[in-house]
Every structure is written in C-alpha cells, then in structure tokens.
C-alpha cells in the first residue's frame, strides 16, 4: 500500500513538474508510417525520377543542365516553402490568401498534430514535395535554352506568386474553391494545369530553340527516359495515395482505391498513345508509351481519390488519346517550342482530369455517387462542371498572367535566355563548365 502510495505520488510530482508530458500529442503510428513512405516517394519523383525523364530526352550538350536544374530548385523550394510557402499556402482565414502565422514553422513542434492523426511536421514535408515537382515540371518548357540564373528566380517568384496562391484557393480549408465545393485529390489544377500553363507561357516568351521545327532534335538517351519515367509511376502512388490523408478517418481504404486507379489510368494511358502511334507509323515508339503513361498519371490525379476502376479506365483512355493530338497540335500546328511537351501533357491532361472528376465521381463506383434518382446524378454532375470549370478557368489565367509578368521582370533583371552561341556549344559548358559524357 505504501508502495503504490509512493508510486503516484511520485508520478504525480512528474506531471507537475513536466506538465507537457502529459499533454502531449498521441499520433496513429500506421497513419504517420504511410505518410512518411508517401512523402519519400513524391520526393522520388522529382530527384531522380523527373530529372532523369527530361534529361534523357534533352540534347546530350545540355543533360547536365537539366539535372542541375531540377536539383537546384529542390533545394531552393524546400527553404522558401520553410520560409513562408507552407504558412502562406495552407494556412490562414481569408478566402484568397494566407497568412504569416506559421512562417518558419512557428509553431511547428514534435507535438503538433495535423488531422488528429499524423505531426504536422509531416504534413508540411509532404506537402513541400508537391512545391518541389511543380516547378521543376515547368523546365520542360525551356529546356535547352533558358539562363540557369534566370531559372532560379523565375521558379522562386513563380512558386510565391502562382503556386502557393493556387494551393491556397484549392486545398486550404478557407480557400475560395475549395468552399465552393471544388475536388481537386492530389493537384489537376494545382500543379499539372499550373506548370502547363506556365510552360507553354515560357515557351512562346523565350521562343523557339535554334533549328526548331526544321532540324530533328532528338532524345539523346532514350535508357535514361525510361529509367526516370518508372520512377515516376512508382513514385505517383505516394503522390496520389498519400493525399487520402485528408479523405477522413479510413485512410487505407482510401489511400487503395487511389492506388489502383492510378496505376489503371496509367497503364490505360500508355496503351492508349502507344496505340495511336502504331497505327499512325507502323510502329509503336518507346517515348510515346511512356509520355502515354505520364498523361495517364497526370489526368487520374484530381480524380484519383473519387472514381472507381471502370472511370480510371475511361479517364486513362482519353489522356492518351487527347494528349497524344495536343501535342501534336502545338508542335506541328502552332509550332510552339514547349521543348518536352509540359503543356500537352500536363497542361491539357490537368484541365481534362479536373473536369472528368466532375462526371466520374457522381457515376457508377464514385465515392460521390448520389443515391437517389438519375435526374440527381445528372444534377450533381452538371453542378459540380461548373465548380471544376471555374477552377480550371481561373488557374489558367492566374498562372498564364502572373507567370508572363514575372519572365519580364526577370528578363529586365537578368536577361533570360542564353546568347546563340551559348545554345549552340550546349549549356552543359556555358552554364556549368562541365559536360555529362566524358568518352
């Protein structure tokens, strides 16, 4: 009896003495696990997998600049996302912009917990990866022909001024798409549309690489595109899945569906360009499957966490097929320099993802599929294309002014594109003074 007597006493006197002990967070151990593999995957999406997706298909005088360039601005949007982007883009109470509060992660702790379930550290990492990628998406607009300096203020001025207010209308609890009922899962407008448009805009301001269209331009390294596009498939589950933390209380139902109707839009979309290809030439090529399966992914990622496996497949379908004739139209229609197909890709598989959601999500194995008459599924739908509408229109002419008046500033600043000299020798050794291949 005075033993146990002692023992609270003494525990007690703990609690006094260290009253945080007590109160501190109680995290879900299978929550935070998953959250901290899908992190490092999204992560392995930019370096190495998108890096070496676009380095392969680049010129071999200008593989090393395209691998420093997605390398640097992970570094650089990691601490402006530490800075002010995570406190700007998902926290605040106004309805178009954030706030302050939590710059430098003030108030930030061990203990703080984010959904009653994961740290908010956490969540401000794996949120910091989709700040990474969207940028680094966007060299695919001007690769071979941009001023490494020039590229390191325009992604840090874009990532401020497009990226974070557009993460804030979409995903922040008081942004204003997201009360108006937007469904966005894991980034059609956020990030594909965001970089697609602002690659297109970079394209057209920079203007076509020397030679282009007349001289071929071919991939130099198409081992190395392969390599990096199955690192970004692998990698797009931790994209998609891991954003089924927001979904509510049954994360891993969730975080499964999404999964799998990942991987069917991608391996639909694959197929899909492969086809197109094959009876176009005769002959199915190895950069159209796998540019067929980056559409996929890019297109099921606003609807991953809403459709079932039948609209995967319809939505992996049409990605294939419709990107595959926007570029094709951009390239050889409008003659538009986008380098390595971003806006085609990204941009159009963004915007038809966005809206398909609003269609797929109301019908047959969609989570918001209405129970009642038919007359309320065509209800619902022809109300939510409205809202993913409005989404679509005002990203495309957020991004496309904004990201046009930062290359001016830019260019006043810096200048951004490189002499014809310099384009010519390959900004490997104008750039950088190194080249990729020593043989």
Request: proline letters at 3%.
């Amino acid at each position: 009896m005075t033993t146990n007597l002692a023992g609270r006493l003494s525990l007690l006197s703990i609690v006094l003495i260290f009253p945080n002990i007590a109160t501190a967070a109680t995290f879900d151990s299978g929550y935070t696990a998953w959250m901290l593999t899908a992190t490092v995957l999204v992560l392995f999406m930019t370096i190495p997998g998108l890096s070496l997706f676009y380095a392969g298909m680049v010129r071999s005088k200008n593989v090393l600049s395209v691998l420093m360039q997605c390398f640097a601005i992970t570094c650089m949007a990691s601490i402006i996302w530490i800075a002010v982007g995570y406190s700007l883009a998902l926290n605040g109470d106004h309805s178009l912009w954030g706030s302050l509060d939590k710059a430098f992660l003030d108030g930030v702790t061990r203990d703080s917990i984010f959904l009653d379930k994961i740290p908010e550290n956490v969540w401000v990492m794996f949120q910091m990866t989709f700040a990474i990628i969207t940028p680094a998406l966007i060299v695919g607009g001007f690769a071979e022909r941009m001023k490494f300096s020039a590229m390191m203020l325009f992604s840090a001025f874009w990532l401020l001024l497009v990226y974070v207010p557009v993460c804030y209308w979409v995903w922040s609890d008081n942004g204003w798409l997201l009360q108006k009922g937007m469904i966005d899962f894991a980034g059609g407008t956020v990030v594909h549309i965001n970089a697609g448009v602002a690659a297109l805009v970079t394209a057209v301001y920079l203007g076509r690489r020397k030679g282009f269209p007349d001289t071929a331009m071919p991939p130099h390294n198409l081992t190395m595109t392969v390599a990096g596009a199955g690192m970004l498939w692998v990698g797009w589950f931790g994209f998609n899945a891991g954003s089924a933390i927001v979904m509510g209380d049954d994360l891993f139902r969730d975080a499964g569906s999404a999964m799998l109707v990942t991987h069917i839009s991608a391996a639909m979309g694959a197929l899909a360009w492969m086809t197109m290809e094959w009876m176009k030439y005769r002959k199915p090529s190895v950069l159209g499957i796998v540019t067929g399966m980056v559409a996929g992914l890019g297109t099921i990622t606003p609807a991953s966490g809403h459709v079932g496996p039948m609209g995967a497949m319809i939505i992996g379908l049409s990605a294939g097929v419709v990107c595959y004739f926007a570029t094709h139209y951009i390239k050889r229609k409008l003659k538009i320099d986008d380098s390595l197909d971003v806006f085609p890709v990204h941009g159009v598989g963004g915007i038809l993802g966005t809206m398909a959601v609003g269609v797929f999500a109301f019908t047959a194995g969609g989570i918001n599929e209405p129970k009642d008459s038919e007359a309320s599924v065509a209800s619902a739908i022809i109300d939510q294309l409205g809202v993913q509408a409005t989404g679509v229109v005002a990203t495309i002419i957020w991004c496309g002014v904004l990201s046009w008046l930062i290359l001016k500033v830019v260019d006043m600043m810096v200048g951004v594109r490189v002499s014809s000299e310099e384009e010519l020798e390959g900004l490997d050794i104008t750039m950088h003074e190194e080249t990729g291949y020593n043989l």
